[in-house]
């Protein structure tokens, strides 16, 4: 990531929550705070992709075919990530590169939890400016700051308050790509080093899939034509792993996948509409416990 830049991409997914939001998996899904988290102009787009009626400039179809495809990988993460989160009901929870996630306020199940917000200095702070004057449920938010390539997150962690003595339940969610697998290890160490018998960590990954790296071509091409910002400018994808290479990573740390599930098949389980996503790309959820 650049130095001083928040996460477009962290930007882009928050749109994707909010597209989705009570018209993707209803029951299953909800995330009313992402739209708060989003400033005019995008929250402007969300409703354009919301509203079903396709514009007919060029242009402003393709974000809005964008954002549909967005929501539908978006919601079906959510789901998977927020189901493990449930099931393991741990006292801490960790996110790693939180960028806009809100579960800090929309989940009521972690009134009793002390959550972690990791995230790189500049995309936390600009979280920090739109998250203002929002109530967070948790029993305690701290924000972590750290920049994964240059900080000692154990450090911070530590500093922060985090208790390794007691389970933590820790997100990786939608940050692997962008990491060096130097990055990948040294983090996977400091969880490993923090994580008490009972601790889970969710984290969603990439697969090697041709089609997906024509996406993310695609909306580079996209973003040059419209004179817009390409999200992926500063974050590019770099790491893509099978579910086979997830596990012995993860087990080297000891830590065991009981789950890894293709975002497909969760997709056509919450019978979300995601053929244009399968060109964005999907990619895997896995669970593993301590
Ligand atoms: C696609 S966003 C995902 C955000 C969030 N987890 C979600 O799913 O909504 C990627 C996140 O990774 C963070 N990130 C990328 N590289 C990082 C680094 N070197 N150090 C810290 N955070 C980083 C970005 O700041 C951003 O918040």
């Known amino acids: 990531m650049k130095e001083t830049e928040a996460s477009r991409t962290a ?8 597209v989705g939001d009570g018209r993707l998996a209803s029951g299953r899904f909800a995330d009313p705070v992402a739209a708060q988290l989003l400033r005019d102009d995008e929250r402007a787009e969300v409703e354009l992709a919301r509203s079903g009626k396709a514009p007919s400039g060029w242009r402003a179809r393709m974000r809005y075919e964008m954002l549909n495809a967005t929501a539908a990988v978006l ?15 741990n006292p801490q929870l960790v996110l790693l590169g939180a960028g806009l996630d809100a579960r800090a306020w929309r989940m009521p199940e972690l ?25 967070p449920v948790p029993k305690s938010l701290t924000y972590v700051p750290v920049d994964f390539g240059r900080d000692s997150l154990g450090a911070a962690l530590a500093a922060a308050g985090h208790d390794p003595a007691a389970p933590t339940t820790w997100i990786w969610e939608g940050v692997l790509p962008y990491l060096t697998s130097a990055q990948v290890e040294s983090t996977l160490a400091v969880v490993a080093e923090r994580s008490a018998v009972g601790s889970r960590l969710v984290a969603t990954y990439p697969v090697h899939n041709r089609v997906a790296v024509l996406g993310r071509r695609a909306l580079r091409v996209y973003s040059r034509l419209t004179g817009g910002k390409d999200p992926l400018e500063h974050e ?20 065991t996948v009981t789950a890894d599930r293709d975002l497909h098949d969760i997709v056509r389980e919450l019978s979300i509409p995601a053929r244009e996503s399968r060109f964005y790309g999907l990619g895997r959820v896995a669970i593993a416990d301590r």
């Open 11 to 18: 930007v882009l997914v928050c749109q994707g929550r909010a």
């Open 75 to 89: 919601v079906t993460r959510t789901v998977a990530i927020d189901d493990a989160v449930r099931e393991a009901g």
């Open 111 to 135: 009134a009793a939890v002390a959550v972690f917000e990791v995230d790189h200095p500049a995309s936390q702070g600009d979280k920090r400016e739109r998250a203002e004057g929002l109530e």
């Open 236 to 255: 590019r994808h770099i790491s893509a792993w099978t579910a086979e290479q997830m596990d012995a990573l993860l087990a080297g740390y000891g830590l």
